[in-house]
């Protein structure tokens, strides 16, 4: 994903490295063990709270007005996200084919997908509200009744599939850069989207089989802010986490392949992968696939490995209900690390749009007179990349761990603290797994 930029900056670049750059003024070693060490500090302090009484979902919300979603504000902003969304399709065809020097690529990769995620993990569910393939539905098709129902068994596994499909696409697909390829892309998939809400309805689509309306709800879960039958409500962080029963195995397969994307995703750019990638003899988009199918995998049988650890040390529940009642606490880790893996990546992205937007299809224009806007390329330096991202890590794990024990004090009462600690082993292990990928310099294969 990251490809077109590297290429047009002239130093060497960190996304999640720090080896080139900035020497981390203490050994690595001792920042992984401070970190594990806050996450046990956190476990010990819920544990010794034995009047604490779990949050039950829904609680703490403070309601604070009405919104239309049909209101003026709402029809603006669908308008204007719609106006970018054809905007960027335009210029992907029409604009240069050059990736630094048209919109397309930075607005797809960073803007949306990467600052998307942002939005909807700290502040709400904003795709939600501005999606331009469910605006174009609605304003052309409306909500007309669905041709077929949707099976329960069928859960959310289109939109997993279709994540994986994307994932696949942002690491190995050649043209994923060139404007006029992802233009293409964007019509393919806008069409796939409106077919699915024509045969299964326009809310049942969106809610199981348009793949980014999923991921980033799931996101927001973890946001304060909530939209719900036209009230804006207020929660505590990672609130919309707590389920009111347990996920299906769909929801737990997408969220092992969040994490497992990510991670990845920062692993593939250091040394260690690159002599893997050298070791096993396949061609590189191969190798990169399979670690793409084995990965969640092997993310999935160490989750459920503890599960089944939580379960027996809980005093007894089935495997699949304690895998569905706890997976949703991995969200904030998924959070995490998505702002440490893409902070420096969106600064820089988000610069070359600053001329971009002047001259969107160039054509010479200069309406903003943005267009010989210079680039910073120190504008967010590896030293803050670094704390910005171990402050994410912990964070994203001590939330982790405080809505585990939220969900075993309603599951397990009184044997609570013990059953979390299958679940305290794994956070403390994710959480020096996640510091060693980011402090690990990049490696261009």
């Known amino acids: ?147 077929l129902a949707w099976p329960r068994w069928l859960g959310v596994w289109p939109a997993t599939l279709l994540f994986f499909a994307f994932v696949n696409m942002e690491l190995n697909w050649e043209d994923s850069e060139h404007p006029a390829s992802l233009a293409t892309a964007m019509l393919l998939y806008s069409c796939a989207t409106w077919l699915g809400m024509r045969v299964f309805g326009r809310r049942t689509w969106l809610a199981h089989g348009e793949v980014f309306a999923v991921v980033f709800g799931l996101l927001a879960r973890f946001a304060p802010n909530q939209v719900r039958d036209g009230r804006w409500q207020v929660r505590p962080f990672g609130a919309g986490l707590l389920v009111e029963a347990p996920l299906q195995w769909s929801h737990i397969a997408l969220l092992m392949l969040m994490l497992a994307s990510v991670s990845f995703d920062g692993l593939m750019e250091t040394q260690g992968w690159l002599d893997l990638q050298g070791s096993v003899g396949l061609p590189p988009a191969w190798a990169r696939t399979a670690a793409l199918l084995v990965l969640p995998l092997l993310f999935l049988l160490v989750y459920l490995g503890a599960c089944r650890a939580i379960a027996w040390c809980g005093g007894g529940a089935s495997l699949e209900a304690t895998a569905g009642w706890y997976v949703l606490t991995l969200v904030p880790i998924a959070i995490a690390y998505h702002i440490a893996h893409y902070l420096s990546f969106l600064a820089m992205a988000a ?61 397990f009462g009184a044997r609570a603290a013990v059953s979390q600690l299958p679940m305290l082993a794994l956070m403390v292990g994710y959480t020096l797994l996640s510091l060693w990928i980011i402090a690990q310099p990049i490696v261009n294969g």
Do not use: C, E
């Open 1 to 147: 994903m990251k490809r077109w930029l590297l290429a047009a900056i002239p130093l060497p670049a960190q996304a999640h490295g720090f080896g080139q750059r900035f020497d981390l003024p203490l050994p690595l070693w001792m920042f992984m063990a401070g970190a594990g060490a806050t996450v046990a500090l956190t476990f010990a302090l819920l544990a010794v709270q034995r009047h604490a009484r779990a949050r039950a979902p829904g609680q703490a919300h403070t309601v604070l007005a009405r919104i239309p979603m049909a209101g003026p504000l709402a029809l603006a902003l669908r308008a204007a996200v719609l106006a970018l969304y054809l905007l960027v399709i335009v210029a992907g065809y029409l604009g240069p084919q050059n990736p630094v020097k048209n919109i397309a690529p930075a607005m797809v990769w960073a803007i949306w997908w990467v600052g998307m995620a942002y939005v909807s993990a700290l502040l709400g569910d904003l795709w939600a509200l501005v999606n331009p393939l469910d605006t174009l539905y609605q304003w052309t098709v409306g909500d007309r009744p669905a041709r």
């Open 351 to 411: 610069q070359y749009l600053i001329p971009l937007a002047s001259d969107p299809l160039g054509l010479g224009w200069d309406l903003f007179g943005t267009r010989l806007y210079f680039i910073r390329l120190g504008i967010v330096d590896a030293r803050m990349v670094w704390y910005v991202s171990l402050g994410a890590i912990i964070a994203g794990h001590v939330a982790a761990v405080w809505l585990g024990h939220q969900t075993a004090l309603r599951q």
